[in-house]
């Protein structure tokens, strides 16, 4: 005749939280895995980005509310070499657009700041 007093009862477990890598990055539900060179859309699923566009978005991810300019993102992207009048970085944001932001011509998260360069804002 055991009595359940209230609060007593073992209550389930809540399912493990999943683990997130020390250099892991996380936007709009998106999560960027450096060390595994992966991002991964809202769903789970991975996002395929070429090696550039994966080191322009870690570049960007990097540096959040920060504005960079075409030279520093060049500059900070690995693999690159630094010419100014290169246009790599304007094709490589557009191409990121279209795969991150709901309305690649409205975008929230890789903004132009014009005249400067562009800005992550992880928060859209």
């Given at each position: 005749r055991a009595r359940a007093e209230a609060g007593t009862e073992p209550q389930a477990a809540a399912p493990p939280a999943p683990r997130r890598?020390?250099?892991?990055?996380?936007?709009?539900?998106?999560?960027?895995?450096?060390?595994?060179?992966?991002?991964?859309?809202?769903?789970?699923?991975?996002v395929a980005l070429t090696p550039m566009e994966f080191d322009l978005l870690l570049t960007l991810a990097s540096n959040p509310g920060q504005v960079l300019t075409r030279d520093r993102l060049l500059r900070l992207t690995p693999g690159r070499p630094a010419d100014p009048l290169d246009r790599s970085v304007d094709i490589r944001v557009t191409r990121l657009r279209r795969k991150l932001e709901p309305d690649p011509n409205n975008p929230t998260l890789i903004r132009t700041v014009r005249g400067q360069g562009y800005l992550f804002s992880p928060d859209g």
């Open positions: 890598a020390p250099d892991e990055r996380r936007f709009a539900g998106f999560r960027l895995l450096p060390a595994e060179r992966r991002l991964l859309d809202p769903a789970g699923a991975e």
